[in-house]
């Protein structure tokens, strides 16, 4: 689902504009279990170790059967080959172990590698059948561990039965290392008869210098023996063994509703991944909807591996706009949460260009499912699955139907404490009513009320599709990490949905209120609307109105309407754990620090955070429109701008935000180790530079 905003939301921005103005400790939801059953085969790519730059030098790769009960318990039988272990040889691998997946797909599986590992555990989710995911947490160990793992439903093609295309993605660490890792883009067609069409291939290599590289097969061929192909790729036209992206003896899977395809070579260091070519004509709609994503990826000449989980929200919309999360996991650090906003445009065949953060996709039938890869000397491979659509009768809460009311933030980011959240379902409320601005927020509106881990939340709005309400402080003192939330109408209880928690999710508050453009932000002197026309200037203060900031000192009751005089400062900043940076994506200038006046809610107003902060007088273009990036100790922002120093109205804001797209890919993750490793060291990110 595209999570839409309606009236009610565009209040809370009308309310900035015009100025009107101890939980119960949770277990993980294993309710969807049943969504991951059956015999399935497996590829788990993982670097272990890294040298100074964060560049690979273990790789374990891992492949075989993995057979799930829908009960959390599944059994192993495979093969490992770590570059480290007997030269590389490979290494018989079985075990019986357990897995949790939540009412919404997401979930985790025991990691086979280190079993006995809570914070080894692959977090990731269920879609279209497909299981994909990341170890996000090993930091919790002072573990380097990076990695992708996905899991299809074993089916039993034939040789004749094998003449589904595939849009395919490709990532390889030749050599279990970055000097000659590589990454492509491709279509397999396969004829029925044992071979497959020219496969004409798109992609870079570490050791060539030009970008893309395209490359053309010929002759290749493959051979089903008791449901596994063996392929044999001969070396395209005019190109060496060396600088060949795809070539010789692979082993391949098909999924048994025949949709996907999954590949490696069986002593190497890769991974491939198909979804079934589109059938009909590709458009951005096709691309609609929340779409359940993880990758593995390096930069070999800037910030080394990482790896992440997380989900994409898609409006579909001509522009092709969404909001990204990542829960991102970098070498010998902290991991995070990371937002962002993005432009996936299809076209007829359901590629796309470079996006916002370097990648490059290939659309599968009807949106289903996406292969994404690098560009510009950023090898990734992204899959994304989309969610389903679920429903449910009587009261219903949508279990991937929750966000952050400022940014949008989807299902997979967590929620923070005084959070405004958006819930999205049906039979939600029998009437629709907003709380007046100015005022507390009640506990019940309109016979509804709603519960995160048995605590009241104050209910900003209600209506039979859609509410928003507040995060209860009292959530701070779970430690599980782990909320669960039910709405009950005039009695009736909802299912219940599970989030993640964290201590701050910082969200700006959109003109549009979707998340993305121009901030709902004001010049604090004269408390007008900074626009395209009236601009923010260097070195004034400006107003950014936010959710998601967290606990405050002093403290105040849920929902209740903040004071004018006594200031309630939001205490991850008291910490030192928020910065605000101006990002000019267009002139490559990252990393210059706004001054921080107060960080805490607004003063008359319920619901709400406010930042004001100083415009830097260095480092930014006059006419151009600039990134905000809010850093707290566990989360980063980066989707929300401003229009800075002459007016822009002669320009259109969207066409500014593409520039830039590879500098800013390596300026963001490059600047997200230098981060992490401060968080990780306790250092105040205010401290760490950029």
Known sequence: MYLKPIKPVLQVAALIVCGAAAGAAQTQDTSGNGMLKGTYQFRHLAVQNVDANSNPTEITAIYGTITFDGAGNYTLTGMTVDNTVSGGAPQPLSLTSTYAIGSNGIGFITNEIYPTDANALINGAV???????????????????????????????????????????????????????????????????????????TGQAANQVAYPLTQSITGATYNFN?????????????????????????????SADGNFILGYTPGGYDIFFGVKALTVTGTNSLSTGLYFTAALENSPNGFGTDSYYGSTNNSGDVSGDGVVHQRLNLPTSLSFDFGTDDQI?????????????????????????????????????????????FSGSGVYLNPIGVANAASYQPITAGIAPG?????????????????????????SLGGVSVTIDGTLCPIYYV????????????????????????????????NIVQMYLTDAAPGSFSQLANGIGLAAARHAATGQEITAANPAQPGEYISLYMTGLGTVTPSIADGAVASSTVLSWADVYQAGNLTVGFDDVTSDSFGNMGTIQFAGLTPTLAGLYQINVQVPTTGLTAGDVVYLEFVTDAADNFQIQIPYGTAVSGRSIEAARPLGIAKRTAAIRSREKIH???????VPAATSGS
């Open 127 to 201: 879609a279209q059948g497909v299981f994909t995911g990341s170890s996000t947490e090993s930091e919790g160990d002072n573990d380097i561990f990076n990695d992708i793992f996905i899991a299809i439903p074993a089916g039993a093609p034939t040789n004749a039965s094998f003449t589904t295309p595939y849009q395919t993605g490709l990532l390889d660490f030749t050599g279990a290392g970055s000097t000659a890792i590589k990454n492509a883009l491709f279509e397999l067609t396969p004829n029925g008869s044992n071979g497959f069409g020219a496969i004409v291939m």
């Open 226 to 254: 008791n449901g596994s192909a063996t392929l044999n790729i001969p070396l395209p036209s005019g190109v060496s063994a060396t600088n060949a992206l795809f070539t010789g003896s692979k082993t391949l899977f098909q």
């Open 345 to 389: 445009d299809l076209t007829a065949n359901g590629s796309t260009g470079i996006d916002f953060n370097g990648y490059e996709y290939l659309f599968g039938d009807g949106g289903q499912a996406f292969v994404a890869i690098g560009s510009n000397g950023f090898f990734s491979l992204q899959v994304g699955l989309h969610a389903p659509a």
């Open 419 to 443: 959070e405004l959240l958006v819930l999205y379902g049906t039979g939600l409320a029998s009437t629709t009513m907003t709380t007046q601005g100015g005022q507390a927020f009640p506990t």
């Open 463 to 494: 209506t039979p599709t859609q509410m928003s309400v507040i995060v209860p402080y009292e959530v701070a003192s779970n430690q599980t990490g782990l909320a669960n939330i039910q709405v009950t109408n005039n009695g009736v209880k909802s």
């Open 676 to 682: 992490s490793l401060s968080r990780k060291a306790g």
